[in-house]
C-alpha cells in the first residue's frame, strides 16, 4: 500500500535554508551544490537538468537510498525546441512514469532508479526552460504537492539566480576588459617598436579571452597584400609571409571592415561568404579590423580549432574595443619603423654617393654598394651586372654571399633580353620588380639561390644607354615597395656613375700609358742610325703596348707596286714575316692602295685576308703617309675578335703618322749618306791620279776605285788613241 513520505518542521528548515542558498548563489557550481543539498533533503531520487541549446544536461542524479550521486552513463539529451516546450510547458506535472510524456532519454534514469511515478518542476524564464528538477517516487512512495512545496519555490527562485550569475559574470567580464585595455594603452606608450606592441597585445587577449591562436594581420594598400609578423598557434609565435588580398576570411575583414565572429559550423558559414579555406578550419573563428580614417590596416585574430562556440559577444564586444584602440598605435608605430628604415636607406645612398666622388676604384665601390644593400634594405641578395664591350651579355661583376663568389668566379653572364629578370632591362631600359617569383614568367631561378621568393632588378644608366643592372633579391614576396625601388634606383644611379667615372679613368690611364710608350717608340725610332733599326724598335715598342700581338711594318716599292715586310715581331716563323704583297691584295695591300685604315673585328668574316697565322682573329692596318705619299703600311694582328677600338686605331693612326715621316727622313738621310760617300770616294780617286804621271797608272788606278765603289767583279777603260796621234 502506498504512502506519503513524512515531512516533519526539521526537513522543512533545511529545505528552506537551501532554497536561499540556493538564491545567493554566484556561480553555476554553487547554485548545482545548493540545489543538490535542497534535494537530498527528500526522500525521493532527484535529478536536476540544466538547460542547453541542443536539449538538457543532467547535472546530478541523488539516490536517498545510498545519499550518493549515482552514476549516469547518458547525460546528454538532444530534445527539439517544439519537444521541449511540449514536456515542461506545465510548472509541475506528477504523473505514472510511463504516462508522463517525457523524452525516453529522461524516463529511463528514473526507470532504472526503479521509480514508478514522477513530478517535474520546470525552472522557467517566463516560457523559456532554464532548468528541469525531477523527483522520482517508488512503488510505495507517494509524491505531495505539499512536501514538495519548497521544490516549487526553489524552481522559481533557479532563473532569478542564473540572470544574477550571469550578470555578475558581465560585470566582472566587463571589468577586466576594462583593466585589460586600460593596462594596454599603458602599455602601448612604454612600447618601443611593433614586436613589443604584438606581445603586449597578446598578454591581454589571453587574460581576457582565455588560451587561444592570436595573429596580427597588416595590410599594405601599396602592394595589396597581407602580412601576418605575429602569429601564435598554441606551440610558438611565427612570422607568414606576406600574400595577396584574396578569399579568405582576413580578406573579408580588411574589405568589409566590420568585425567578424563564427562559433558553430564555421566552415559552411565562411563557404557562404565567399571564404576559402587554405588547410583545416577553425570550429570558432573571431576577427576584427584595425581600421584608420575609415580604411583598413590589419586586424586582430583569435580561433579555436577544437572547439565549437568557443567566443561570446562579450569576447567579440572586448576584441572589438582593443582593436579600435590599439589600431592607431599599431599604424602610427608602423609609419614610424617605415621612416626610420627608408632614412637608414637614403643614408646609405647618400654615402654611396660620398664614395663616389672621392673613389674611382669601381670594385670597392660596388662591393661595398652590394653588401650596404643587403644590411641596411634586409634583402638576402645583391647583384651588380656590366654589360660587355658588344652589349650582348650582363656580365656580374660584383655580388654577395656565397652565391655571389661562386657565380664571380664562374663568370655568370646573361644574355641581354634574355628570359630572366635582368636580361629584360638590361634590354628595356626599365626596372622590373616581381614580388612573387612563383607568378612571372621572365623569372630565371638561379639554383644557388632556392630561397627567393621576390626580386627586383633596376637598369645602371648613363643618358638613355643602359650601361648594367642592379639585382636584388629576398626571401620574403611583396616586399618591394614603390618607396623602396625609388631609393634604390637612386643607388643604381649612383653605382653608373661611379662605373663610368671609374671606366673613364682608367682609360685616361690608359691612353697616358699608351701615349708614354707611344712617345719611346717614337723617340727610339727616330735616334736609330738605319732604317731598319728603327722599325725593330717600332716593332718591339709596340708589342709591349698591346700586349704580346703580332706586329709588322710593311714598306713600299713604287716601282714593284708591293709591299715588303721590313721589321716584325710575334709571327710563328721567319717566312711568315718575309712576305711581298701586291698592292690590292689582302687587307694590307687594300690599305696601301686606297690610303685607308682598315679595322677587323673578325677576319673569318672579310674575303681580303691573307691567312698567314691560323690564330689570327682580329687585325687593325694603317697606311704610313707622309706629304700624300704611301711610304708602307703599320699592321697588327690578335688571336681575339675585336681585339682593337676605335682608341687603339686612333693611337696606332698617330704613330704611324710619325713612322711616316721617321721612314721619310731615314730614307733622305740615308740617301745623304750614299751621296756624301761618294764624293769622298771620288775626291780620293782624284788624289791618287793627281799624284802619279803615268797613264798606265792612273788606268789601273781608276778602274780599282771604280770596281770598290761600284763593287764590280770587272770595270774595263777604253782610251780612243786616234786623238792622241793627231796631237
Not at 129 to 149: F, P, Y
Not at 415 to 424: E, H, L, P, Q
Request: with cysteine; charged share 25%; hydrophobic share 40%.
Amino acid at each position: 500500500m502506498s504512502q506519503t513520505a513524512p515531512v516533519n518542521a526539521e526537513t522543512i528548515i533545511k529545505l528552506h535554508e537551501s532554497n536561499y542558498k540556493v538564491f545567493k548563489a554566484r556561480s553555476e557550481k554553487e547554485l548545482n551544490s545548493s540545489i543538490q543539498n535542497s534535494l537530498r533533503a527528500l526522500p525521493f531520487v532527484s535529478a536536476y537538468y540544466t538547460a542547453t541549446d541542443t536539449g538538457l544536461e543532467l547535472s546530478f542524479l541523488l539516490d536517498p537510498r545510498t545519499q550518493k550521486v549515482a552514476p549516469v552513463l547518458t547525460r546528454k539529451l538532444e530534445i527539439s525546441a517544439t519537444e521541449m516546450a511540449r514536456c515542461f510547458s506545465e510548472n509541475v506535472k506528477i504523473s505514472r512514469l510511463e504516462e508522463a510524456g517525457l523524452p525516453p532519454g529522461l524516463v529511463s534514469v528514473f526507470e532504472k532508479a526503479g521509480c514508478t511515478s514522477i513530478a517535474v518542476i520546470t525552472a522557467a524564464d517566463d516560457v523559456v526552460t532554464m532548468g528541469v528538477i525531477c523527483l522520482g517516487a517508488v512503488e510505495d512512495q507517494i509524491i505531495d504537492k505539499n512536501l514538495i512545496a519548497p521544490i516549487i519555490k526553489l524552481a522559481e527562485t533557479i532563473p532569478h539566480t542564473l540572470e544574477n550569475i550571469k550578470a555578475a559574470r558581465a560585470t566582472q567580464q566587463r571589468l577586466r576588459e576594462l583593466e585589460a585595455i586600460s593596462d594596454t594603452s599603458q602599455l602601448i606608450s612604454s612600447s618601443s617598436n611593433l614586436q613589443e606592441l604584438y606581445q603586449v597585445l597578446h598578454t591581454q587577449v589571453r587574460e581576457t579571452i582565455g588560451e587561444v591562436e592570436f595573429a596580427i594581420s597588416l595590410f599594405d594598400p601599396e602592394t595589396q597584400t597581407i602580412e601576418m609578423p605575429y602569429m601564435y598557434n598554441q606551440e610558438s609565435v611565427k612570422t607568414i609571409e606576406p600574400f595577396p588580398l584574396g578569399e579568405g576570411l582576413v580578406s573579408i575583414l580588411i574589405r568589409t571592415r566590420q568585425p567578424l565572429m563564427l562559433v558553430d559550423d564555421t566552415e559552411r558559414r565562411a563557404r557562404a561568404l565567399g571564404a576559402k579555406f587554405i588547410g583545416k578550419p577553425a570550429k570558432s573563428w573571431l576577427g576584427c579590423p584595425l581600421v584608420i580614417g575609415g580604411e583598413a590596416v590589419g586586424a586582430i585574430i583569435v580561433q579555436d580549432v577544437e572547439r565549437e562556440n568557443r567566443f561570446t559577444p562579450d569576447d567579440l564586444r572586448f576584441l572589438t574595443s582593443l582593436s579600435a584602440q590599439i589600431g592607431g598605435a599599431i599604424y602610427n608605430t608602423r609609419l614610424l619603423e617605415n621612416s626610420r628604415r627608408s632614412a637608414l636607406q637614403l643614408q646609405t645612398v647618400a654615402e654611396i654617393s660620398r664614395e663616389v666622388s672621392s673613389s674611382l676604384i669601381v670594385d670597392n665601390l660596388l662591393r661595398q654598394a652590394v653588401q650596404l644593400a643587403v644590411e641596411r634594405f634586409s634583402f638576402y641578395h645583391a647583384a651588380v651586372f656590366l654589360l660587355d664591350d658588344a652589349k650582348e651579355f650582363a656580365v656580374i661583376r660584383e655580388a654577395t654571399g656565397e652565391a655571389g663568389t661562386q657565380m664571380k668566379r664562374a663568370g655568370h653572364k646573361l644574355a641581354v633580353g634574355s628570359k630572366s629578370i635582368v636580361g629584360f632591362v638590361s634590354q628595356s631600359n626599365e626596372s622590373l620588380v616581381v614580388n612573387d617569383t612563383s607568378k612571372d614568367p621572365n623569372y630565371y631561378s638561379n639554383p644557388l639561390m632556392p630561397e627567393t621568393k621576390a626580386e627586383a632588378a633596376l637598369p645602371l644608366r648613363v643618358g638613355n644607354e643602359v650601361i648594367g643592372v642592379l639585382d636584388v633579391q629576398s626571401i620574403k614576396p611583396y616586399v618591394f615597395t614603390e618607396e623602396n625601388v625609388k631609393i634604390m634606383q637612386i643607388l643604381a644611379d649612383q653605382m653608373a656613375v661611379a662605373v663610368v667615372n671609374s671606366g673613364l679613368f682608367a682609360e685616361a690611364q690608359e691612353r697616358l700609358s699608351q701615349h708614354r710608350l707611344l712617345h719611346h717608340v717614337t723617340t727610339a725610332a727616330a735616334s736609330s742610325t738605319t732604317i731598319d733599326e728603327a722599325l725593330n724598335s717600332a716593332v718591339q715598342g709596340l708589342q709591349v703596348t698591346l700586349g704580346g700581338d703580332q706586329i709588322a711594318i710593311l714598306l713600299s716599292d713604287k716601282e714593284q707596286k708591293n709591299l715588303d715586310v721590313r721589321a716584325s715581331i710575334g709571327y710563328p716563323n721567319e717566312e711568315s714575316a718575309k712576305l711581298r704583297i701586291p698592292f690590292g691584295v689582302g687587307i694590307t695591300g687594300w690599305v696601301a692602295m686606297h690610303r685607308q685604315p682598315q679595322r677587323i673585328n673578325d677576319i673569318a668574316k672579310d674575303s681580303r685576308y691573307i691567312s698567314v697565322n691560323s690564330k689570327v682573329r682580329s687585325e687593325l692596318a694603317i697606311p704610313l703617309i707622309y706629304r700624300n705619299e704611301v711610304l708602307g703600311v703599320l699592321n697588327v694582328e690578335s688571336p681575339r675578335i675585336g681585339a682593337y677600338s676605335e682608341n687603339d686605331e686612333e693611337m696606332l693612326g698617330t704613330l704611324a703618322g710619325s713612322l711616316a715621316a721617321i721612314i721619310a727622313h731615314s730614307r733622305l738621310l740615308e740617301q745623304f749618306r750614299t751621296q756624301v760617300e761618294r764624293e769622298r770616294m771620288l775626291y780620293e780617286v782624284i788624289n791618287k791620279i793627281r799624284r802619279t804621271s803615268s797613264t798606265d797608272k792612273i788606268l789601273s788606278i781608276t778602274t780599282d776605285e771604280i770596281s770598290k765603289a761600284l763593287m764590280a767583279r770587272r770595270v774595263a777603260i777604253q782610251v780612243d788613241m786616234s786623238e792622241t796621234d793627231n796631237l
